[in-house]
Structures are given as structure tokens and as C-alpha cells.
């Protein structure tokens, strides 16, 4: 799971500056290369860094007093669908913009809730878009390991265990 939070933040960081470089300069991304992106990296690591600590604390605060609200009502899990919307905008406002965090948390609710049905609808697009496309790229995966399971299963004179060979095993590494 530390990996891939490191890898998300890298990968933020590299696509936030490019956009941003790509945006300042009249040229474009034409002969940009990672010596001059390294300082905007660095900056957009250190304030991911700062914005997901953030956000790790805001979401146990909320989580702790939303789990307090659900024993009264179960309307509260609305209220947290509403107020997590507009946080998928906390990331591009605090990385564009050079603010403070308080103050893009302030602009992300401020542009979040305008626009509340616009950045649920894009999210849900986004997420549908991605959900297909990772089904897609897996399926070879899939495919492969039911077909592991159906020799396992077939195995007659087997002890129960799911014995594969050293190559299909490394064919179903390849494929995930």
C-alpha cells in the first residue's frame, strides 16, 4: 500500500506538471525535458505529500464523527456522498493554484458545491471509463486463471493442493 501511494504521488506530480508546463509555455511540451521539470516535480511531490496527510486526517475526523451520526440516522451516509464530491477538485486547485492548503480546501468547497452535479458527473464517467478499460486489459488474466482452476479441479489423483507449472505460474505473473 506504500508503494503505491508513493507511485500515485509520483505519478500526480509528473502529469500535474506537465499540464502546468504545458500551459505556461508558448512551445508547448516541445524540447521539455525531466532536468527542466525537475523543480516543479519536486514542489508537486512535497505538496501531495502535504495535501494526502491532510486528507488522511480529515477522512478519520469524518469518518470517526459520520460513524458517531449513523447511529442516529442513516441520512449522514448522503451527507458524506455530498461533501466528498467536491474534494476531487482539492488536487488540481492545490497543484495549479500557489496557495496554501487551507485556502484550496476553502476554493475546492466553494467550487466544488457550484458545480456539485458536474464534478459528480465526471467522476462517474471517469470511473465507468476506467472500471471498462481494467476489465478489458485483465481478461487475459481472468481467462488464464480459470483455466488453472478447471486443471486443478480436474486433477483426479490429486491431494487437493493446486500444483502448476513453474512456467503457466509465471505466464499468470505476465498476464496480471
Known amino acids: 500500500m506504500f508503494l503505491y501511494l ?7 506530480s509528473l502529469v500535474y506538471g506537465l499540464i502546468r508546463t504545458y500551459n505556461e509555455r508558448e512551445e508547448r511540451l516541445q524540447g521539455v525535458t525531466l532536468g527542466m521539470l525537475k523543480p516543479r516535480l519536486f514542489r508537486n511531490i512535497k505538496r501531495l505529500l502535504l495535501m494526502t496527510g491532510a486528507c488522511i486526517l480529515l477522512v478519520l475526523f469524518v469518518g470517526i464523527f459520520v460513524g458517531l451520526l449513523v447511529a442516529l440516522t442513516p441520512f449522514t451516509l448522503f451527507l458524506t456522498i455530498a461533501f466528498s464530491v467536491p474534494l476531487a477538485l482539492l488536487a488540481p486547485i492545490y497543484l495549479f493554484e500557489d496557495i496554501t492548503l487551507m485556502e484550496a480546501f ?3 468547497f466553494r467550487l466544488g458545491f457550484a458545480t456539485w452535479g458536474g464534478v459528480f458527473l465526471v467522476s462517474l464517467l471517469m470511473g465507468i471509463i476506467a472500471n471498462v478499460l481494467q476489465g478489458v486489459t485483465m481478461m487475459p488474466w481472468y481467462i488464464a486463471t480459470v483455466v488453472k482452476y478447471f486443471f486443478a479441479m480436474s486433477d483426479v489423483g490429486g491431494s487437493g493442493e493446486v500444483t502448476v507449472s513453474a512456467g503457466y505460474s509465471f505466464f499468470l505473473y505476465l498476464m496480471a
Do not use: Q, R, V
Not at 508513493?6 to 500526480?12: H, M, S
Open 6 to 12: 508513493i507511485g500515485i504521488i509520483l505519478l500526480t
Open 106 to 108: 476553502k476554493k475546492t
